[in-house]
């Protein structure tokens, strides 16, 4: 909900969630041949499932 203060700033925080990503492991992963730890390969994956349940949760 954009029409309250809290809606606005959770929706920025979102924004900024996403935009880190892109710049911390997809552009790098894509330049250049990384090699990650079974644990940071695990952590990432969590973080994008968490990332596209708020894109795929039902708006209240």
Known sequence: DTSTTSGRDYRRGIHSLFEGIMAAYRNPAAHA???YEK????EQIM???QLMY???KPQL
């Open 33 to 35: 041949n990384l090699q």
């Open 39 to 42: 644990r940071e390969a695990m």
């Open 47 to 49: 973080l994008a499932s």
């Open 54 to 56: 708020v894109l795929e």
